[in-house]
């Protein structure tokens, strides 16, 4: 597996994962607004992904931001097929590694523990094995789930 910046290239592909994860986090594939998102990550240096050594489709990908003493996960998805294989941890890695040394703060918002997405994606449980701890809830998805922000502190 191979983590880099993503580009332009990869943003068909960034639609691809978009479309495996919609029934958790409602419409992103025909949003124009999703587009945006993902294409300013793009240009802005802040998209990564997960690529396969040989292949189109991407294992996984990360859109962040902040600076510190904030910085903030805005989405991270591995596609089915690479769940449970490292994708994510080093998606985070590489994210974390860009952000620089701390003292600072990581935060994400993820499902919140009613959210029939909790348990099936496995989201809740990915971002407390890398000693985030669970906050305050957070405004609901567009589908209407509830969303919690999890923070985890970087030191130096």
């Known amino acids: ?3 880099r910046l993503a580009t332009e290239n990869d943003f068909p592909a960034f639609l691809g994962l978009a479309a495996q994860v919609e029934h958790w986090f409602g419409p992103m594939v025909e949003e124009p607004g999703f587009h945006r998102a993902v294409q300013q990550h793009i240009r802005t240096s802040a ?3 997960a690529a396969a050594p040989s292949g189109p489709d991407l294992l996984g990908g990360l859109l962040f931001g902040g600076s510190a003493p904030t910085y903030h996960v805005h989405w991270l998805v591995v596609s089915g097929e690479a769940r ?3 994708v994510g941890q080093a998606l985070m890695a ?3 590694r860009r952000f620089g040394p701390g003292p600072a703060t990581i935060e994400v918002i993820t499902f919140g523990a ?3 997405g909790a ?3 496995g989201a ?3 971002y407390l094995r890398l000693g ?3 906050g305050e809830a957070a405004e609901a998805g567009p589908e209407g789930g509830s969303r919690q922000v999890f923070r985890r502190a970087m030191t130096a």
């Open 132 to 134: 985030f701890t669970p």
């Open 114 to 116: 009613d959210h029939p």
């Open 1 to 3: 597996m191979i983590i």
């Open 47 to 49: 998209a990564l992904v």
């Open 119 to 121: 348990v099936t994606s």
């Open 84 to 86: 449970g294989q490292g």
């Open 124 to 126: 809740r449980d990915f």
């Open 94 to 96: 590489e994210a974390e």
